[in-house]
């Protein structure tokens, strides 16, 4: 069973650093693309980034762009997001999210419980 | 990086066929066939119900029909059922530099 468990959310404070985490059991991680995207209360949901397969490949969108580093740890199933110079508009639940394809382009078929960022002084 | 366009509320009695669209751009609906569509109910993490424009993962129904024109891509419901109120957004491949989108999202109501 896929199972995708993301940890390291919490309350800190604007311009303050956040890492998290994202636990994957269930598959070869190794061989799929993997992606975060968050959802801001009430709001829609928003890609945030993405990583290939070795990790040498990244995708940002613009928002969190120079702010964001993602990363994967492939011997250890985890997917991270280092998030720095947060903001208010940052604050939302943040997903991991497998692809249905390892490439990662067509849609993302497990996702996992979210982790909430509040970003408040 | 704009996010694809949806209607912000749909709603169908039992029984009827609903359709949601999704209005993309030249740089991601119309120039891939890689959009996807997810339900949300509240609290919750998205499911995904079509990928790859029209293709069901396993396990979804096939009330569920997804298909593409030009820069718009649709998501019909047939036959709605009352599980089947919650949001619903497209997704779709940008390309290497924005890589992925995703729609305003729609509340489908079921009356």
């Known amino acids: 069973e896929v199972q995708l468990l993301e940890s390291g959310g919490g309350l800190i404070q604007p311009g303050g650093s956040l890492r998290l985490s994202c636990a994957a059991s269930g598959f070869t991680f190794s061989n799929y693309a993997m992606s975060w995207v968050r959802q801001a209360p009430g709001k829609g949901l928003e890609w945030v980034s993405s990583i290939g397969l070795s990790g040498s490949n990244m995708f940002y969108a613009d928002s969190v762009k120079g702010r964001f580093t993602i990363s994967r740890d492939n011997p250890k199933n985890t997917l991270f997001l280092q998030m720095y110079s947060l903001r208010a508009e940052d604050t939302a639940v943040y997903f991991c999210?497998?692809?249905?394809?390892?490439?990662?382009?067509?849609?993302?078929?497990?996702w996992g419980q979210g982790t909430l960022v509040t970003v408040s002084s | 990086q704009s996010a694809l366009t949806q209607p912000a509320s749909v709603s169908g009695s039992p029984g009827q066929s609903i359709t949601i669209s999704c209005s993309g751009t030249?740089?991601?609906?119309?120039?891939?066939?890689?959009v996807s569509w997810y339900q949300q109910h509240p609290g919750k993490a998205p499911k995904l119900m079509v990928y790859d424009v029209s293709r069901r993962p396993s396990g979804i129904s096939d009330r569920f029909s997804g298909s593409k024109s030009g820069n718009t891509a649709s998501l019909t419901i047939s036959g709605l059922q009352a599980d089947d109120e919650a949001d619903y957004y497209c997704?779709?491949?940008?390309?290497?530099?924005?890589?992925?989108?995703f729609g305003t999202g729609t509340r489908v109501t079921v009356l």
């Open positions: 999210a497998k692809p249905i394809t390892v490439a990662g382009r067509s849609g993302f078929d497990y």
């Open positions: 997704g779709s491949y940008a390309g290497s530099s924005s890589f992925y989108a």
């Open positions: 030249r740089s991601d609906v119309g120039s891939y066939d890689l």
